[in-house]
Nanobody, 123 residues
Framework: QVQLVESGGGLVQTGGSLRLSCVAS????????MGWFRQAPGKERKFVGS????????YYADSVKGRFTISRDNAKNTVYLQMNSLKPEDTAIYYC????????????????WGQGTQVTVSS
């Protein structure tokens, strides 16, 4: 089992920045691909980006490329989502997730989920 806890959400103006954190506990963190997803009200949960733990490969949704960056700190069992140049359409609940797959971009490819953290971008 892996437990995931996100933090760092909040209210920010258009063009601003936020950094989300996700702390993992339980099984060996280094063996999981970590992903970020987001879900806006009334919409399906969508892939934001992921980082392959073993070699650090990162993947991003087209909508966030060049603005968001995923990184990780193995020693702290933590993955980060740095969000810059935020837009109102980035408003959503952001979820951290863990997958046993080397590459994972679909919700069903993830085995563990955090509770989510709200990000609101005002115009």
């Amino acid at each position: 089992q892996v437990q995931l806890v996100e933090s760092g959400g909040g209210l920010v103006q258009t063009g601003g920045s936020l950094r989300l954190s996700c702390v993992a506990s339980g099984r060996t963190f280094s063996s999981y691909t970590m992903g970020w997803f987001r879900q806006a009200p009334g919409k399906e949960r969508k892939f934001v980006g992921s980082i392959s733990w073993r070699v650090g490969y990162t993947y991003y949704a087209d909508s966030v490329k060049g603005r968001f960056t995923i990184s990780r700190d193995n020693a702290k069992n933590t993955v980060y989502l740095q969000m810059n140049s935020l837009k109102p359409e980035d408003t959503a609940i952001y979820y951290c997730a863990a997958s046993e797959r080397m590459i994972a971009v679909k919700t069903y490819e993830y085995d563990y989920w955090g509770q989510g953290t709200q990000v609101t971008v005002s115009s």
